[in-house]
């Protein structure tokens, strides 16, 4: 099982910047992808971006690339997504996933953890 916990939310300026971080527990996360995943009010959750195992390999998708930027530490355990360049249409709720698998994924089906959420807010 891994359990994960995001933080670093909260109310942004437009064009500012935010770092979220999703601490894992668990002996597994070093042999999980992770990802990250947004919903609004009314919406699915869409994919966000998503990272291998080791970190070497990320994928993003179109509207955030070049803006914002996927990373790990196996060593402590933790998954960030820095956030620059914000948008109004950026705000939603972020959410950190696991999958049971080294391969990133940008399909929710894909993942078996998910964390409680983080509230991003970019304000114009």
């Known amino acids: 099982q891994v359990q994960l916990v995001e933080s670093g939310g909260g109310l942004v300026q437009a064009g500012g910047s935010l770092r979220l971080s999703c601490a894992a527990s668990?002996?597994?996360?070093?042999?999980?992808?992770m990802g990250w995943f947004r919903q609004t009010p009314g919406k699915e959750r869409e994919f966000v971006a998503t990272i291998n195992w080791s970190g070497s390999s990320s994928y993003y998708t179109d509207s955030v690339k070049g803006r914002f930027t996927v990373s790990r530490d196996n060593a402590k355990n933790t998954v960030w997504l820095q956030m620059s360049s914000l948008k109004p249409e950026d705000t939603a709720i972020y959410y950190c996933a696991g999958r049971r698998s080294i391969f990133y994924s940008g399909d929710t089906g894909d993942y078996a953890y998910w964390g409680q959420g983080t509230q991003v807010t970019v304000s114009s």
């Open positions: 668990g002996r597994t996360f070093s042999n999980s992808a």
